[in-house]
């Protein structure tokens, strides 16, 4: 059963959530943890990834945007706006609006809210669902 992580950043920008999520994104990398970043459409997905490229100096991270197929080496980060695929179930980062889909098959998600309403408003939407799933979860805020 999943373990939810909700983090709730003092921020409104849209900008300060991605760069935050790229930050989870390299130490998730680091721990050996190759996660999906779930988003909701290909436009997202385009700016996290051009994003992971040069968000931190000296810092790489093997990743691609998932489009249905999936790539020939396993050890790599996928974005993309579509259901998770199987070997990448274990952490799921999202920066989508909705729930993943069959969310009860996770290790881990990671809930990443911006301080702005509309992020709010579909993240306590979410933090329902999985309560209502019996998930355990947990909130961090103030993070920087």
């Keep these: 059963m ?5 983090y709730i950043l003092p921020s409104e920008s849209t900008q300060e959530r991605y760069e935050f999520a790229c930050k989870l994104i390299e130490k998730a990398y680091r721990n050996g943890c ?6 909701d459409n290909a436009e997202q997905s385009k700016k996290l990834d051009d ?4 968000f931190r100096a000296g810092s790489f991270i093997p990743h ?29 980062i999202n920066l ?3 729930c993943p ?9 990671l809930e990443l809210l911006d301080n702005s309403e509309s992020t709010k408003i ?3 939407d979410r ?3 999985y309560q209502q799933s019996g998930l355990k979860i947990t909130t961090h805020k103030d993070w920087k």
């Design 34 to 39: 190759f996660c999906y970043v779930l988003t």
């Design 96 to 98: 989508s609006s909705h």
């Design 127 to 129: 933090y329902r669902q």
């Design 64 to 92: 691609e945007i998932y489009t249905g197929k999936l790539p020939d080496f396993e050890k790599v980060i996928l974005i993309g706006s579509l259901d998770v695929p199987e070997n990448w179930q274990k952490t799921v």
């Design 2 to 6: 999943a373990e939810v992580s909700f």
């Design 122 to 124: 579909a993240g306590r």
């Design 101 to 109: 889909e069959k969310f009860d098959k996770f290790d881990r998600i």
């Design 51 to 54: 994003l992971l490229w040069t």
